[in-house]
């Protein structure tokens, strides 16, 4: 069992950075793959970062790559998402989720139903 804490969301500028923070409990995060998803004002949520327990695969949403980043330090039990030149559509309410021991695969990594464990997540909004 694990529990994730997501914190790091604020309001910002377009063009501007926040770096989200998934922080879990228990001793054994680092056998766990973490995604990121996010929900914006009435719409669906969607997948937008995943990195793998090993930490050697990371998977991004078209939309964010190039501008996202994804990492984990295990010694810290964290997984960080490093979001830059941020737009107003990335206006969210973000959620970190979590399963261990899976190697997902491109398609895979983005079904919310396959993650065992979710945090309660953290608002980011960008101002145009």
């Known amino acids: 069992q694990v529990q994730l804490v997501e914190s790091g969301g604020g309001l910002v500028q377009a063009g501007g950075s926040l770096r989200l923070s998934c922080a879990a409990s228990?001793?054994?995060?680092?056998?766990?793959?973490v995604g990121w998803f996010r929900q914006a004002p009435g719409k669906e949520r969607e997948f937008v970062a995943a990195?793998?327990?090993?930490?050697?695969?990371?998977y991004y949403v078209d939309s964010v790559k190039g501008r996202f980043t994804i990492s984990r330090d295990n010694a810290k039990n964290t997984v960080y998402l490093q979001m830059n030149s941020l737009k107003p559509e990335d206006t969210a309410v973000y959620y970190c989720?979590?399963?261990?021991?899976?190697?997902?695969?491109?398609?895979?990594?983005?079904?919310?139903?396959?993650?065992?464990?979710w945090g309660q997540g953290t608002q980011v909004t960008v101002s145009s």
């Open positions: 989720a979590a399963r261990r021991l899976w190697d997902p695969d491109r398609s895979t990594v983005k079904t919310q139903g396959l993650y065992h464990y």
């Open positions: 990195i793998s327990w090993s930490g050697g695969r990371t």
């Open positions: 228990g001793r054994t995060f680092s056998t766990y793959t």
